[in-house]
């Protein structure tokens, strides 16, 4: 059964902090890997989607890795902004099951000036 | 482009009643998956709907069904209903089953 995990949990910084925000998974046969933002009560935003033959993926200030063999995938966020304060979520595609995500719990970040 | 809606916004039922949740997709997609999200955890996957029939299903009872309708919109039904349905309701909509999902801004249900 695939778990996905996030750690940190919750994480407060100030203002221009480079990031990393990690994610694990345990089954390596995914499709692909997806990292949303989400604002408190809000849907969720789509950052970056990985497919499981790519090793990464770039927009503006945002990086996130995938390392399948492994199990794990990061998002680094550079110079972090106050903008930035959200929940981020991993969410893996599993290979078996390609109609549904199977989320990790979060990782909660403040940005403070 | 019209991205996803859903209806209502919030949501006040009492144990034992039962919801009626919507989902509006967005244009150019006919696959609609709804996930739960309780308070401090990750979206779980209730069920996908691809074409107007089920598509896979999680781990929730029965009495958690769904619709597609030949517009692509869908619903979500929840009868009898418990204290633990409480909880954010996502849409996300894709245009194919296995196409990246966009979601909706989702429906606050408090059951008490």
């Given amino acids: ?113 | 482009e019209t991205g996803v809606t859903q209806s209502p916004t919030h949501l006040i039922k009492t144990r034992g009643q039962q919801v009626t949740l919507r989902c509006s997709s967005q244009s150019g997609h006919n696959t609609v998956s709804w996930y739960q999200q309780a308070l401090g955890q990750g979206p779980q996957f209730i069920f996908q709907y691809y074409r107007e029939e089920e598509n896979g299903r999680g781990n929730f009872p029965p009495r958690f069904s769904g619709l597609q309708f030949p517009n692509y919109s869908s619903e979500l039904n929840v009868n009898a209903l418990e204290l633990d349905d409480s909880a954010l309701y996502l849409c996300a909509s894709s245009r194919d089953s296995y196409y990246e999902q966009y979601f909706g801004p989702g429906t606050r249900l408090t059951v008490t």
């Fill in chain 1, 1 to 113: 059964k695939q778990e996905v995990t996030q750690i940190p949990a919750a994480l407060s910084v100030p203002e221009g902090e480079n990031l990393v925000l990690n994610c694990s998974f345990t089954d390596s046969a995914i499709y692909n890997l997806q990292w949303f933002r989400q604002d408190p009560g809000k849907g969720l935003t789509s950052l970056l989607l990985i497919q499981s033959s790519q090793r990464e993926q770039t927009s503006g200030r945002l990086n996130a890795s995938l390392d399948k063999s492994s199990g794990r995938s990061t998002l680094y966020i550079a110079a972090s902004q106050p903008g930035d304060s959200a929940t981020y979520l991993c969410a893996v595609r599993p290979q078996s099951n390609t109609d549904k995500l199977i989320f990790g719990t979060g990782t909660r970040l403040q940005v403070f000036p």
